[in-house]
């Protein structure tokens, strides 16, 4: 690996740093997927939406509060402070939690972009090498034109390789997000639901 990594030629040292980013990256990344399957508590979430039917907005709010649950977080924050608009504030909530799963993705994104470019980068670089040794002195030394071609190949091979093993992640994650976006949805809808229903009832005991 390490003779590869010099016969790729300069431009291995950037593919090297976009490597090390993106395993930064995703283990930070399944860290995070790790505490989030571990801090999961539907029962809580449960609990918030059957006090709001019964009427029990405080008790429902407070139920949420520091659940480590994003959907409970989100829901709890939306009946603290549904004042002016309850579905301003699940919105509100919702945006911050979804911050989390997002964060990583654009750098994961730019590398899936950046290594290929710069294994294509490799690729001109190498070939510029190899031909500039087709002169008259070096027309006898295949194997110094050859090694240009083979730094075009490895760079090239080094950059679609990071790129591909970083798009696996990458896929994951923004599954996870859409996941939790609909997740939130359909609790904020369901809360939502409860509360116009409870609104609703005296003036349907008055009618």
């Known amino acids: 690996m390490l003779l590869l990594f010099q016969k790729g030629g300069p431009i ?21 997927v790790w505490r989030l399957k571990r801090d999961r508590q539907p029962e809580v979430v449960e609990a918030i939406l059957e006090r709001v039917e019964r009427g029990e907005m405080e008790e429902a709010a407070r139920a949420g509060e520091g659940s480590p649950d994003f959907v409970a977080r989100t829901l709890a924050y939306g009946l603290s402070h549904r004042g002016k608009s309850l579905s301003h504030a699940i919105l509100h909530a919702a945006g911050q939690e979804l911050r989390q799963f997002s964060r990583g993705l654009p750098v994961l994104d730019t590398i899936i972009t950046l290594a290929p470019l710069l294994g294509l980068l490799g690729t001109v670089t190498g070939m510029i090498r190899s031909f500039g040794l087709l002169g008259a002195e070096q027309l006898s030394a295949p194997v110094a034109i050859t090694g240009g071609i083979a730094e075009a190949l490895i760079a090239t091979a080094f950059g ?24 939130m949805q359909d609790a904020a809808t369901h809360l939502e639901l409860l509360c116009v229903k409870r609104d609703a009832s005296p003036q349907d005991s008055k009618s």
Do not use: C, D, K, Y
């Open 12 to 32: 291995m040292w950037p593919l090297l740093l976009t490597s090390l980013v993106a395993v930064t990256v995703v283990l930070e990344r399944w860290l995070f």
């Open 160 to 183: 679609l390789g990071i790129a591909i093993v970083a798009l696996i992640p990458f896929n994951h994650l923004n599954a996870l997000l859409e996941q939790a976006r609909h997740e």
